[in-house]
């Protein structure tokens, strides 16, 4: 039960914007985003829980459609420190922290 | 606050030998996590303490794979008798769980990287 993610990969020029959509086959409690550079650690960008309430970056927002257990993040007006992998984690357990990730996004901008 | 701490960084053993990574969290955090990513993939979740109990072992790969986390602190995994299956990132995460509602946000460590020859 996997979430799905798309795009698999994406490309931007600096000041592009970008949506990354995450889809689970299971009733969701929450959907943790987070963004991973290469040979680092996964670095926590944004949680959203059913019932609505969120906790993250200014500057990023992100949505979860609780029916149709979907999420997305926006990214506007890339930077290029925005690069890497991005990867939501599923908890469907009640607020376990048992997450299970999707394949992860490659998002890379340019100059 | 010096975030999660895992040592070692790298590992390079033989098949067959036995492993053992740690893993020191976040002082504050009640929670701390085994995840297991390889390459092109997210992160795989292995087991999970509150303090020092053992809330679940079931997604641990084999009974070759263990996890401690006696008083309640720091934590160890150990693999014994390594394959070369077993290569890969093991990350640890901790977070600070205040009940069955609200946001319970995992901050990883950079990882243990196992490479068995």
């Known amino acids: 039960q996997q979430p799905v993610q798309s795009p698999q990969a994406v490309i931007l020029r600096e000041g592009e914007d970008a949506v990354i959509n995450c889809s689970s086959s299971k009733a969701l409690y929450s959907v943790h985003w987070y963004r991973q550079k290469h040979g680092e650690a996964p670095v926590f960008l944004m949680i959203?829980?059913?019932?609505?309430e969120q906790k993250g970056h200014d500057k990023i927002s992100a949505s979860f459609n609780e029916k149709k257990q979907q999420s997305s993040l926006y990214l506007t007006a890339s930077q290029l420190s925005y690069s890497g992998t991005y990867f939501c984690g599923t908890d469907g357990s009640g607020n376990t922290g048992k997450l299970i990730f999707g394949q992860g996004t490659t998002l890379q901008v340019k100059p | 606050d010096t975030g999660v701490s895992q040592d070692p960084r790298h590992k390079i053993t033989k098949r067959g030998q036995n492993v053992t990574f740690r893993c020191d969290p976040i002082s504050e955090h009640n929670r701390l996590y085994w995840y297991r990513q390889t390459l092109g993939q997210g992160p795989e979740f292995l087991t999970y303490f509150q303090n020092e109990a053992q809330l679940e072992k079931s997604r641990l790969l084999s009974d070759r794979f263990s996890a401690e986390r006696p008083k309640g602190s720091f934590s160890t995994l150990e693999i014994q008798r390594t394959e070369q299956g077993d290569s890969a990132m093991y990350l640890c995460?901790?977070?600070?769980?205040?009940?069955?509602?609200?946001?319970?946000?995992?901050?990883f460590g950079a990882g243990s990287r196992l490479t068995v020859l």
């Open positions: 995460a901790s977070s600070l769980r205040q009940g069955a509602r609200g946001a319970n946000v995992l901050t």
């Open positions: 959203l829980l059913k019932g609505g």
